[in-house]
């Protein structure tokens, strides 16, 4: 009780923690070893504060620790995720994305949760189409090998999270565990595309990914939204460029907001991911979807091809009906 007693001390002083202090307090509160007032406290502070590189790793390493590892029998593969919370009620473009890059022959390990801010999140776009989870890992290789694409369900992995739900839940703002989900996905991909909602985000996981070491690609569209929704300029940053981008520079034109949205329902969300997957959505639809693909292969290609060739590469997935066909083949596999 003493350490927390004194590490929220030190917080007063406007003190940073280390990596290591914050990974042994994740730790120490998965074997709940400190009271919730002091908990509360301490997420606060750092929510006031503001969160640094180390600290934010540090909860990351207790959270892989501190869960279920994924080992994945294949060299090179690719998680497409957004940080959520824009509150945009967007369709799951990146969860569409995903199955356009494994369509076009490259391997996917999907992290994903339930909805938090919309009305559809990765998880419940995939149950929705009977979709069963699980943390068997004969049955996660045998996904990710026989059709390139597995998804885990962040719930069965990361134990920790539980342990901090309620105070999440007590506090009226967002905390650092919301940055989190991101950076733990069980299986430690090689290469990420993340959205996120604002460019202090973007700063902050790319330190992050610098530190961690994978190919990356962060994106933010200017105007709010935590991916490429071409509504208007976008900001990429990756390991080899910083770049703001146009729709038109794709060669896309620009999307309206209403034209990403879920829905008011689940079932709304899930007929928009079904008709970009067979070829009939509305026209800027199926751009967003084909964009953010686009940047994800370019991750997975260590930007060895421009995103011309990489928009191509996923355009041909969709309009092959290849991206299609392996989502019927996931769900075949894991219903």
Do not use: W
Not at 59 to 85: A, K, Y
Not at 100 to 126: E, L, P, W
Not at 165 to 170: D, E
């Amino acid at each position: 009780m003493a350490e927390m007693k004194s590490i929220l001390n030190r917080m007063l002083n406007h003190e940073e923690l280390t990596r290591g202090e914050t990974k042994d307090i994740l730790l120490g509160i998965t074997r709940s070893e400190f009271p919730q007032e002091q908990v509360t406290a301490l997420l606060t502070g750092l929510q006031m504060r503001g969160i640094t590189v180390d600290e934010l790793l540090g909860f990351r390493d207790g959270v892989l620790e501190s869960g279920v590892h994924v080992t994945l029998d294949c060299d090179r593969f690719i998680d497409v995720v957004g940080t959520g919370g824009d509150r945009k009620n967007t369709f799951n473009i990146s969860t569409t994305a995903c199955f356009v890059i494994a369509g076009a022959g490259y391997k996917v390990a999907k992290h994903g949760n339930y909805a938090s801010t919309s009305k559809s999140g990765a998880s419940n776009v995939i149950e929705h189409h009977g979709i069963k989870f699980t943390s068997d890992m004969d049955k996660l290789n045998r996904s990710i090998n026989e059709c390139g694409i597995v998804y885990l369900h962040a719930q069965l992995f990361a134990r920790a999270m539980k342990f901090v739900g309620p105070v999440r839940k007590a506090l009226p703002f967002p905390t650092c565990f919301n940055l989190l989900g991101p950076l733990v996905n069980p299986s430690n991909p090689q290469c990420q595309l993340l959205g996120v909602a604002t460019l202090e985000q973007m700063r902050l996981y790319s330190n992050v990914y610098q530190k961690i070491g994978i190919d990356y690609a962060i994106v933010n569209s200017i105007d709010g939204y935590d991916e490429i929704s071409l509504t208007g300029n976008f900001k990429v940053t990756t390991n080899n460029y910083e770049r703001i981008f146009k729709p038109s520079d794709l060669g896309l034109r620009t999307a309206l907001p209403e034209e990403l949205v879920a829905g008011a329902t689940e079932e709304e969300a899930a007929e928009i991911f079904d008709s970009v997957l067979e070829n009939r959505a509305l026209p800027a639809q199926k751009d967003i979807v084909l964009a953010n693909a686009a940047f994800g292969i370019q991750v997975y290609e260590k930007g060895q091809k421009s995103i011309e060739e990489c928009l191509e590469i996923a355009r041909e997935s969709l309009e092959s009906g290849k991206a299609l066909e392996t989502f019927k083949k996931f769900a075949a596999l894991n219903c």
